[in-house]
C-alpha cells in the first residue's frame, strides 16, 4: 500500500509520502497519486483555478512534455497496432544515440488527438505517474525510479534487436558514471546511488519478466539504502 497526503511546504501545497509498505507495488503508487488527479481539493498548480481534477484539463501536459514509454505499455501499444516491438519502435519511437531513454516521435504526443490520449488503457508508466501537484523529494524520487527502471527495460530488450546504438548499453553508460567520479563532476555517494541504480536497470529490471504493474515490487525498483529511508519515514 502507498499513501499520500498534502502538506504545506513554505507555504505551497505539496504532496508526500505519509506510508509505504515492504510489498507495495507499482501498480499501487499509480493508485495512489490517480485518488490525488480525482481529489478537487488537491493543488494543482496548471489548472485554471488551481484545484479541481485533472480530466478536462484544457493545458494537457501531452502537449508540452516529451513521453518516453516503458517496456509494458511498448508493448500493448505495439500489439494494439498489430506490430512487433521492433517495427513499432522503428516507426513510432525517436532512438537518437544522445538519447538516454527512448521517447514518442514529434511533439506532442503523437497519441494525442482533439486534447484526448488514443492509447489511455496502454499509456505509459511516466504518464500514469505525472502531476503538476508539487512534489517532495521522496515522492518525485520514487517516481523516477519507477519510471526509469520500465524505461530502461524497453531499451534492454531492444538491444537484443540491433536497432539501438552502443551509447545505451550498460557498459558505455557504466564508464561514463565513473568518468564524472573520476572528473569530480559527481560526489562518491552520488556515483554510489546511481552506479546501484544503473546496475538494476540493466540487471535486476522487474520489468523485463513482467507484463503488469500489479506485479512489480516498488523495493525492486529502488536503490536499497533509498527504499530502507523510504519504509523508516
Known sequence: MVRLYIREDEG?????????????????????????TDDPTVYKPQLKPRYGICAGCVDNCCRQYEIYPDLISANKIAQAKNLSLKDYTKKHLDRDKDLYFLKFS????????????????????????????????????????????????????????GLLAPTYTYKHRLKNLKKDLSTKYIKPDVYT?????????????????????????????????????????
Open 12 to 36: 505551497v501545497p505539496t504532496l508526500d509520502l505519509l506510508s509505504v509498505s515492504q510489498d507495495a507495488t507499482v501498480q499501487d503508487l499509480i493508485d495512489a497519486l490517480q485518488e490525488a
Open 106 to 161: 514529434g511533439k506532442p504526443c503523437p497519441h494525442l488527438k482533439d486534447n484526448l490520449c488514443t492509447i489511455y488503457p496502454f499509456r505509459p508508466i511516466i504518464c500514469r505517474l505525472f502531476l503538476c501537484t508539487p512534489m517532495t523529494d521522496d515522492l518525485e524520487n520514487l517516481r523516477a525510479s519507477v519510471s526509469y527502471m520500465g524505461e530502461s527495460a524497453l531499451i534492454v530488450e531492444l538491444l537484443k534487436t
Open 193 to 233: 546511488l546511481r552506479a546501484q541504480q544503473l546496475y538494476l536497470m540493466y540487471k535486476k529490471n522487474p520489468f523485463l519478466k513482467e507484463k503488469s504493474y500489479e506485479n512489480i515490487y516498488l523495493k525492486d525498483c529502488c536503490p536499497t539504502a533509498f527504499w530502507e529511508a523510504l519504509l523508516d519515514r
